[in-house]
């Protein structure tokens, strides 16, 4: 099935715990995104990577890390998990880093306590 | 900086009757890019119509209309002929370019939507 994979599909955390979250695309996209939705605030960008190999921040980048070790994946590691990233994640991709329309995954719901 | 302003958190519409769902930006880009997304109860974003700011024509995708007005800086999303699966939360979207080289949506704050019979 063509698309973007994202997992876990919801996960409860403990403050302190490290967390890595899963993204995996098969269209051959080379530009990748990871999002957090918040209420009242919409989606914001924590990072990207414009291809393999590369990766960038993006606004709200503070306690995030990610990779992309090939085309298909961009993990989203929380190193060590606070209660203010309690969100819903979007990983999402484009063609390339300046194409139109971005895709997006199913999304993953992160409560940390 | 680039910000996307939606002024409505909330708007009902009978079924089968137009809505015009407002958005406002800011950039001081000449190139960028205006989106539409919804987002159903079950939680994913569903792409919907793509504005280029070079376009000189409104983009049409179906019962979906972007109404892009350059001089007012808006891009509003017209949705005709509603039915209850529109019932959602839509957001507005530009494409933002970043130091770095990529790029990256800045979204707007949404607006839900509920179709009523």
């Known amino acids: 099935i063509a698309g973007i994979t994202q997992a876990p599909t919801s996960q409860i955390l403990a403050a302190g715990r490290r967390m890595t979250l899963r993204c995996t695309q098969d269209m051959r996209h080379n530009a990748m995104y990871w999002y957090r939705q918040d209420l009242g605030l919409g989606l914001r960008l924590i990072h990207y990577?414009?291809?393999?190999?590369?990766?960038g921040k993006g606004e709200v980048p503070d306690g995030y890390s990610v990779s992309r070790a090939n085309t298909d994946d961009f993990p989203l590691t929380l190193a060590s998990a606070v209660p203010s990233q309690t969100s819903v994640y979007f990983c999402?991709?484009?063609?390339?880093?300046?194409?139109?329309?971005?895709?997006f995954g199913p999304g993953t719901r992160l409560t940390v306590l | 900086a680039q910000k996307i302003t939606q002024t409505q958190p909330g708007m009902f519409v009978q079924e089968k009757e137009a809505v015009t769902l407002d958005c406002t930006y800011d950039?001081?880009?000449?190139?960028?890019?205006l989106f539409w997304y919804k987002q159903p109860s079950s939680g994913e974003m569903i792409f919907l119509i793509y504005?280029?700011?070079?376009?000189?024509q409104n983009a049409t995708e179906g019962r979906y209309s972007l109404n892009f007005q350059k001089a007012r800086k808006s891009a509003n999303l017209v949705i005709s002929a509603s039915q209850l699966g529109d019932s959602a939360m839509y957001f507005c979207a530009m494409r933002v370019l970043l130091t770095g080289g990529g790029n990256k949506l800045t979204f707007g704050t949404g607006t839900q939507l509920k179709v009523e019979l």
């Open positions: 950039t001081s880009d000449q190139s960028y890019g």
């Open positions: 999402a991709s484009s063609v390339q880093a300046g194409y139109n329309e971005q895709f």
């Open positions: 990577s414009n291809t393999a190999g590369t990766t």
């Open positions: 504005q280029g700011s070079y376009d000189e």
